[in-house]
Structure formats: structure tokens, C-alpha cells
């Protein structure tokens, strides 16, 4: 009987990291899986530049409905809702661009490689401009790939800029989330 306790004692520890990391994982998954394509398109569109002010705050409030839905469902504090907001909106951005950059025949991979982007990255904020030496590193990754850079449309181009933004935001944001 006493074996059988332990055991089980020992079996529900085990498995309590896997339950917290799947708890963590819904957290940061929700505002992404709660929003709709359409939206999410139209708010990958507008972090590129399409539409206007109003249609763009039309495309926030939603997305803030949302991010209050998963705040509650969540237990999420307020002191990290505005953090949790703009993770879910860079997130929503970020997972477009690639898509959109991928129709263009572009990895976002050497963006991430040059400006060390990732969970373990360096993460350069680039709440500001870009400077000269990221633009330029970001460009050299594409033609250490082969990429012939002067084929590339500047419409592209600037999605790559947006996509380098809403990353840095992703990674930065998803850094101060206490989950």
C-alpha cells in the first residue's frame, strides 16, 4: 500500500513541469489561437503598412477584446496585460510576415540568424530604427544564402523590416511575461 502511494505521489510530481509548461504554452498561445485568420491577416497587413489610422484601431480593440478574453480565462495580472497585448499582437505580425515572406520566396531564418533573435538570443530591441550595421547585416545573411538582392522587390524589403520589428517585440515582450 505504502509502494503504491509513493509511487503515485511520485508519478503526480513527475508530471506536474509537463502540466505548468502546458499551462504556460495556453498562455501564450491564446490570443493566437482565439483570433480568426481573417483578423489575423488584416492585422499582419496593417503592421505593414496597408490601411488607415482608423481601421488599424478598429483591428486593436478587437484584438484587445481578445487579449481581455484570455487575460481573464489565464489568471493574468494586470500588471502584464499591455506586455501580454503587444506579445499577441507582435506574435499574430511575426507568424504572417514569415508566411508572407515565404510567397516571396524569402526565410525569415536569416533575419533571426543576424540579429540573433531567438529564446537564448541576444534579442536587439528595435523599438527605434534599425541601425546601418543590423540593415546591413540582415542583407549580408541574405546573400551569404544566396539570395540575389537586387531582385528583390522594396515592398519586400520592407516586410523583412517589419518582420525584424515585430520579432524583436515578440522576443522582448515574451521575455518580461512572468510565465
Partial sequence: MLKGIMAGALLAWTAMPGAAMAQE???????????????KASIGAAMTGVGDDVSRDALFKQLATITDTCVARHGIDDANKADYFDYGLARISREWLIGDLARNSLSNAPVDKALDFGPSGTNPDLSADMTDDQIMSIVQAYIDIGVDIEKVDSGVWEKVGAYAAATSIYWNKRKLLPF
Fill in 25 to 39: 504554452g495556453a498562455k501564450f498561445d491564446c490570443v493566437t489561437k482565439d483570433a480568426n485568420a481573417t483578423l
